[in-house]
């Protein structure tokens, strides 16, 4: 068979590939995760009683977006890496520009403070659970997300395995916002966004092997 004919017959009876499918796959899983987050972290703590408002609301709100935003800015940079070829880097850039905004806010509010009370507001009652609890809740979102990534084809394994990861922790951080949203913004600052950042360097550890194709 000469090569024209091996060219041409490959070519034959191709269809398009419904770009869409794969974005829903990561959308699904990003949902399934976060239900198996939320679940657990219901059995484990149980219904808050000021899910929806309490003297920190204010607080549980930023928490949330602070997550959230992340989890936005992550999701669509996965779902750009989960095809061959350079995704940008619009959505890290926001990813970035999160994290500066609630590390300023957290400067701000403790020269805003007596300096006697910054150890308090840094280390609040719950910094062990957050340390504990945030990426434990991110596993089984990061376990989803990989299982959707395999069915892509990323070639930057240790930057998606980093994103992927780092959705995975700002998930479990969001859930977690709902038992224990903090008690200041320096406490959200470090004990959300240090946990969400160790899920994210995991993520650039595992991802080479798991997302390998």
């Given at each position: 068979?000469?090569?024209?004919?091996?060219?041409?017959?490959?070519?034959?009876?191709?269809?398009p590939v419904k770009g869409?499918?794969?974005?829903?796959?990561?959308?699904?899983?990003?949902?399934?995760?976060?239900?198996?987050?939320?679940?657990?972290?219901?059995?484990?703590?149980?219904?808050?009683?000021?899910?929806?408002?309490?003297?920190?609301?204010?607080?549980?709100?930023?928490?949330?977006?602070?997550?959230?935003?992340?989890?936005?800015?992550?999701?669509?940079?996965?779902?750009?890496?989960?095809?061959?070829?350079?995704?940008?880097?619009?959505?890290?850039?926001?990813?970035?520009?999160?994290?500066?905004a609630i590390l300023s806010?957290?400067?701000?509010?403790?020269?805003?403070?007596?300096?006697?009370?910054?150890?308090?507001?840094?280390?609040?009652?719950?910094?062990?659970?957050?340390?504990?609890?945030?990426p434990l809740f991110s596993?089984?979102?990061?376990?989803?997300?990989?299982?959707?990534?395999?069915?892509?084809?990323?070639?930057?394994?240790?930057?998606?395995?980093?994103?992927?990861?780092?959705?995975?922790?700002?998930?479990?951080?969001?859930?977690?916002?709902?038992?224990?949203?903090?008690?200041?913004?320096?406490?959200?600052?470090?004990?959300?966004?240090?946990?969400?950042?160790?899920?994210?360097?995991?993520?650039?550890?595992?991802?080479?092997?798991?997302?390998?194709?």
């Amino acid at each position: 068979m000469k090569t024209d004919e091996l060219i041409d017959m490959l070519g034959t009876n191709l269809e398009p590939v419904k770009g869409g499918q794969l974005r829903n796959t990561l959308l699904i899983a990003l949902a399934v995760g976060a239900i198996a987050a939320l679940c657990l972290m219901l059995a484990i703590f149980g219904v808050p009683a000021d899910a929806l408002g309490g003297e920190h609301f204010g607080l549980k709100v930023l928490a949330l977006a602070f997550t959230l935003g992340l989890v936005a800015a992550g999701a669509s940079f996965l779902i750009r890496a989960a095809r061959p070829g350079e995704p940008g880097s619009r959505p890290l850039v926001l990813v970035g520009l999160l994290f500066l905004a609630i590390l300023s806010a957290g400067v701000v509010a403790l020269v805003l403070t007596h300096p006697a009370a910054w150890g308090g507001m840094a280390f609040g009652p719950q910094w062990a659970a957050c340390l504990i609890c945030i990426p434990l809740f991110s596993i089984a979102p990061f376990a989803s997300l990989i299982w959707a990534l395999r069915n892509g084809a990323p070639t930057n394994l240790a930057r998606t395995g980093a994103v992927a990861g780092l959705v995975a922790g700002a998930l479990g951080a969001a859930v977690f916002a709902f038992h224990q949203p903090g008690d200041s913004i320096p406490f959200i600052a470090l004990w959300y966004g240090g946990p969400i950042v160790l899920c994210a360097l995991a993520g650039a550890i595992l991802g080479p092997r798991l997302l390998r194709w």
